[in-house]
């Protein structure tokens, strides 16, 4: 029994060498969070105020908007057609964008034609009416 009172004595040494470092930094632990707390005390209870302050402006401010509240949706409401209204311009100039370039090239095309042909009317007039001069004169020899 002499040897179990002593490994008992052993382990009870052991555990309170173990609990009295853990006791001591709960104990500073616990001092550091009082101090904060008592810190923190005041500060928190200047941003209530602060929070209370402004919870009553926007309570103010709320109160002078509400009779407006209809007229800002009908102004929110011109506003989505009239946003309506540029878009539909917008794929409108985005179309004539797309569109210009292919009839320009048209009238270019035509014009080259209308030319082409008029200038070969010319030719057939001219040398169906002045056929005098013979083939040496025609290939310029």
């Given at each position: 029994m002499e040897g179990a009172a002593l490994v008992g004595a052993v382990l009870a040494g052991v555990l309170v060498g173990v609990?009295?470092?853990l006791l001591l930094e709960a104990r500073?632990?616990?001092r550091a969070t009082r101090r904060q707390v008592e810190e923190l005390g005041p500060?928190?209870?200047d941003v209530l105020v602060q929070a209370r302050a402004a919870t009553a402006t926007l309570n103010k401010l709320s109160a002078d908007v509400a009779p407006i509240g209809p007229q800002v949706a009908?102004?929110?409401d011109a506003l989505a057609s009239a946003a309506m209204a540029v878009q539909k311009v917008r794929t409108g100039i985005n179309m004539a964008?797309?569109?210009g370039p292919a009839v320009m090239a048209a009238i270019?095309?035509?014009r080259t034609v209308s030319e082409e042909?008029?200038?070969d009317d010319e030719d057939e007039s001219d040398s169906g009416d002045d056929d005098v001069s013979g083939p040496a004169?025609?290939?310029g020899v």
């Open positions: 609990l009295i470092p500073a632990l616990l500060k928190l209870a009908e102004l929110a964008a797309a569109v270019h095309a035509f042909r008029r200038r004169e025609r290939s």
